[in-house]
């Protein structure tokens, strides 16, 4: 079974993982609404990160900032300066594209080339595009009232360093986590999640003390490889790769990206840099605030060295669901199977009843409303019972509960396994406790 970008688009529509932005209009280029199912796995995602992250951490707080920063946090940080790509336009076919990418893209005219490759093309010199989209607060458009869509979490974090410090009594080693859509004017998105313009990002800034920095960098490497695992994701599927120097931003004295095995090859779900003390640095120059933490014990003050793992929530969940999905064969048909961890599945089980008589719809009905106190689930009465467990495999959905003619008289049901299709009967008063084991029980493919 070969995993294609194609099917994994498909299935995503046909079932409501995705659609793209403003279809009925024709849609806008790399912009993707998540539907009904869809959003329930990108909800999965993010708490499965703010668990691990925040809540099950005594040593990392969580904050939310606004999209719309003071514009001096951009010159501070090198945003304005240095947050650009090199682009090139073809004065032939009018399509454009990143300088340094030449090599991976196709000549619109002759898709078997590259551009500039065929003889037509005719390429402008590369000149520098800076990612950062504008916008202008009020009602007077000048450049006096420009200000930026972030194009990072991570600096709301780094101008908040000393409210957390002085609201939470923190001392480092200690985290800053965010959660937040961030904006991007990428000369060339595509592949689906993999890179749009606006997107989510799960950033967290950890501040150490100078001289910690490199044993925590390894740390948290370790760390955010495993967590993909935990979470379903094959380990032969992943890898660290470290950067070169000439990769490294502006900021980083090393980085090192947890890179998936995505249909269209090796490409980076989440970057780990050391950000040294860059942006505390800068932003105390900036603000005229002193950043500085004063260490009581030491009787010193110092700019905390900064470790950031910064995931992507699009692209994590674009990797979950690459990963998840299977195929097999059912009545000479070939059909999708989503065989995700159920802690990040959408829908965590669905009632059925076998027939639609005899009290079983109610009954069902009845074990739906419980079980929806505690899980997402889902109610199904259309079709065949093997027709119904098909349509909750492609959204990866892993227990089947059905009531059936035994379910009237005895209170139990069957429980049937997504991945095994095990079936086991339970009274239904247990339900609860066991579907919640079996979430919650370690589970790697
Ligand atoms: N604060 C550091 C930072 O933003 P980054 O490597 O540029 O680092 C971190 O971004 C993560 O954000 C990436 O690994 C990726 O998962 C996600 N990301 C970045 N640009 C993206 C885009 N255009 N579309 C989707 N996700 C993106």
Not at 148 to 160: C, K, L, S, W, Y
Not at 379 to 396: L, M, P, V
Request: aromatic content about 12%; charged content about 30%; some cysteine.
């Amino acid at each position: 079974m070969t995993v294609t970008m194609e099917k994994i688009v498909n299935l995503a529509k046909r079932r409501g993982f995705t659609f793209q932005s403003s279809e009925i209009y024709g849609g806008l280029a790399s912009c993707w609404d998540y539907g009904p199912v869809g959003i329930e796995l990108k909800r999965n995602v993010r708490e499965a990160w703010w668990r691990e992250m925040v809540q099950k951490r005594p040593d990392i707080v969580g904050i939310d900032c606004a999209i719309l920063m003071h514009p001096r946090v951009w010159e501070a940080s090198g945003h304005v300066e240095g947050f650009t790509d090199p682009l090139v336009d073809c004065r032939e076919c009018k399509a454009r594209f990143r300088a340094d990418q030449l090599d991976a893209a196709q000549c619109p005219m002759k898709p078997s080339m590259h551009p500039g490759q065929f003889e037509k093309c005719n390429l402008t010199e590369a000149r520098q595009f800076n990612l950062m989209f504008k916008t202008f607060m009020g009602p007077v458009e000048d450049s006096a009232n420009v200000v930026f869509m972030r194009p990072e979490t991570a600096q709301g974090i780094f101008v908040n360093f000393l409210n957390i410090l002085n609201s939470s009594r923190r001392k480092p080693p200690f985290g800053i986590a965010q959660i937040g859509k961030s904006f991007r004017n990428e000369i060339t998105p595509g592949n689906f999640l993999f890179r749009t313009r606006e997107f989510e990002q799960m950033e967290m800034e950890f501040f150490v003390k100078p001289g910690e920095d490199e044993h925590w960098f390894e740390y948290w490497k370790n760390e955010r490889l495993s967590w993909y695992v935990k979470y379903g994701i094959r380990s032969e599927n992943l890898r660290l790769r470290a950067h070169a120097d000439d990769e490294l931003a502006h900021y980083a004295k090393g980085c090192a990206d947890v890179e998936y095995h995505f249909p269209f090859g090796w490409s980076e779900l989440e970057g780990i840099a050391n950000r040294t003390d860059f942006d505390l640095r800068r932003h105390s120059e900036y603000s005229g605030k002193d950043l500085r933490y004063f260490d009581e014990e030491a009787r010193e003050h110092y700019f905390p060295y900064v470790i950031e793992p910064a995931a992507g929530a699009d692209r994590a969940t674009l990797a979950f669901l690459v990963d998840a999905y299977d195929e097999d064969e059912a009545e000479g048909e070939t059909r999708a199977v989503l065989r995700f961890h159920p802690k990040l599945a959408p829908v965590k089980a669905a009632v059925f009843p076998l027939l639609r008589k005899d009290g079983q719809p109610e009954k069902a009905l009845k074990v739906y409303e419980m079980l929806g106190e505690h899980f997402t689930v889902q109610y199904d009465q259309a079709g065949s019972i093997g027709r119904r467990y098909r349509r909750q495999d492609e959204i990866g959905t892993p227990f089947g509960i059905t009531v059936d003619h035994q379910t009237m008289s005895d209170d139990t049901v069957t429980l049937r396994d997504r991945d095994s299709m095990e079936q086991v009967r339970l009274p239904i008063d247990r339900l609860v406790d066991d579907l919640r084991n079996r979430i919650e029980a370690p589970r790697q493919r």
